[in-house]
């Protein structure tokens, strides 16, 4: 079993910045893909980007491409998200997610197994 806690959400305005947390803890994290998903009110949940299992490669949603930067410490059990150039756009609800394998599959929920229970994300005009 593998719980992902994530931290680090909150109010800020257009511009900012925010740097989310997912503390894993449970077997298996090092060996397996880590990503970011998100959901704004009325949408469906999307892909945001993901980290093979060494950090070697990421991959980014086209909407926040050059904006955001993935990055995970296996010493420490933990993958986080660098928010910079936030827009009102970005406001949702921020998951972190586990991989069925150590590299990227796909940007479909059902690429992934384990969810954390999110942290909000509110970027005001």
């Known amino acids: 079993q593998v719980q992902l806690v994530e931290s680090g959400g909150g109010l800020v305005q257009a511009g900012g910045s925010l740097r989310l947390s997912c503390a894993a803890s449970g077997r298996a994290f090092s060996g397996y893909c880590m990503a970011w998903f998100r959901q704004a009110p009325g949408k469906e949940r999307e892909f945001v980007a993901a980290i093979t299992w060494n950090g070697g490669s990421s991959v980014y949603s086209d909407s926040v491409k050059g904006r955001f930067a993935i990055s995970r410490d296996n010493v420490k059990n933990t993958v986080y998200l660098q928010m910079n150039g936030l827009e009102p756009e970005d406001t949702a609800v921020y998951y972190c997610?586990?991989?069925?394998?150590?590299?990227?599959?796909?940007?479909?929920?059902?690429?992934?197994?384990?969810w954390g229970q999110g942290t909000q994300v509110t970027v005001s005009s």
């Open positions: 997610t586990r991989g069925k394998g150590g590299y990227y599959r796909g940007s479909s929920q059902d690429d992934f197994d384990y």
